[in-house]
């Protein structure tokens, strides 16, 4: 029988969470390894008591990571995957260099002009597939 951590959520922060910045505010979250097995990436799931979105970035033991999955809400807290940074990405908007932490999945790369139109952007997660390029805007 499993049982939920919702009701005690507060408790579960206070007595055995960890000290995070998410999308630069600092908090409580519960940290776990996203799979008992070894992996070339990190990944992590997190609960915290503050809404999560897909594409927030988290401050962890000096590590930058992105939430990469669907959050899942419940009545008191979010749980989401997230996964470490593992490039630096440098785009150009306007004749001015702005660089944004990334998550890159792939080992090849093609070059390709992208037009985007200008926004004002805190957060950007880019999953690299092979010819493929997903991006999430904040």
Avoid at 14 to 40: F, P, S, W
Avoid at 45 to 67: C, F, K, M, N, Q
Avoid at 68 to 80: A, F, I, L, P
Avoid at 120 to 129: A, D, G, I, N, S
Wanted: glycine share 6%; with cysteine; net charge positive.
């Amino acid at each position: 029988m499993t049982r939920s951590l919702e009701p005690m959520i507060d408790f579960f922060l206070r007595e055995k969470g960890e000290l995070v910045h998410i999308k630069g505010v600092r908090q409580l979250g519960l940290i776990q390894d996203a799979t008992n097995n070894i992996q070339m990436t990190d990944e992590k799931i997190i609960r915290a008591a503050t809404p999560l979105h897909t594409g927030d970035s988290v401050d962890y033991r000096d590590e930058r990571y992105l939430i990469t999955s669907q959050v899942d809400r419940n009545e008191q807290s979010c749980r989401g995957r997230m996964k470490k940074c593992n490039q630096r990405l440098a785009l150009n908007w306007d004749g001015q260099v702005k660089w944004f932490d990334a998550v890159v999945e792939a080992r090849t790369f093609q070059r390709k002009q992208v037009k985007l139109s200008p926004c004002q952007m805190e957060t950007l997660w880019l999953l690299y597939r092979t010819t493929q390029i997903r991006g999430v805007l904040d």
